[in-house]
């Protein structure tokens, strides 16, 4: 399969496919336990956690559309002032839980220039068929070239071993309450080969 970097033609199937991608993450779910609260909210977590990645072109794309990553460059972040409003429809039970959970999670985030990897998702009924891997090799050859590392944070444990194969390390785990766990990883700056 061929990955592309994004253009501003790909957002649309972009978005939807991590929309589809997400509908089942265990960490979101969490957040979000109601189908229809999920289907209204997440579109503006995803669009925070891209920041400018969709505008500025630091997403990738399968050729299918069936694949899809957002990378933020070194020095760019997530949409901060976005995510006030999206802390808002976190489900009310779980809210407290939640804000401290992020805040576990932001403590992981290195402090060297880095890129970082907010979402990366497949369209459920093509996982297990090389997307995720061919999306990573894709956006960690732009780190490798420029000598940064890469970070991430796996929302769902059955990513973990699929990061591992391209070079990402645990950095720890986040847990808060009846929350899932989250894993933040970390892949070092690489020769680029």
């Not at 957002?11 to 189908?35: E, H, I, N």
């Not at 069936?66 to 809210?95: C, M, Q, Y």
Request: with cysteine; glycine share 10%.
């Amino acid at each position: 399969m061929n990955v592309v970097s994004g253009s501003p033609g790909h957002v649309a199937d972009a978005k939807a496919t991590l929309t589809l991608a997400f509908c089942d993450d265990p960490t979101v779910r969490w957040l979000y336990s109601r189908p229809g609260k999920f289907a209204e909210a997440f579109p503006g977590m995803r669009d925070a956690l891209a920041g400018s990645g969709f505008e500025d072109g630091s997403f990738d794309v399968t050729n299918d559309g069936a694949g899809a990553a957002t990378w933020l460059r070194p020095g760019v972040h997530s949409d901060e002032n976005a995510f006030g409003t999206v802390i808002e429809e976190f489900d009310p039970d779980i809210k407290d839980e939640a804000i401290e959970f992020l805040d576990q999670m932001d403590s992981f985030q290195p402090t060297e220039d880095h890129w970082y990897l907010p979402l990366i998702g497949v369209e459920p009924g093509r996982r297990g068929q090389g997307y995720g891997g061919s999306l990573l090799a894709h956006g960690l050859r732009r780190c490798d070239a420029e000598h940064k590392s890469a970070y991430l944070t796996s929302t769902n444990p059955r990513n973990i071993r699929l990061y591992e194969r391209h070079g990402f390390r645990k950095l720890g785990e986040v847990q808060v309450g009846s929350s899932p766990v989250l894993t933040p990883m970390l892949r070092p700056a690489q020769d680029p080969r």
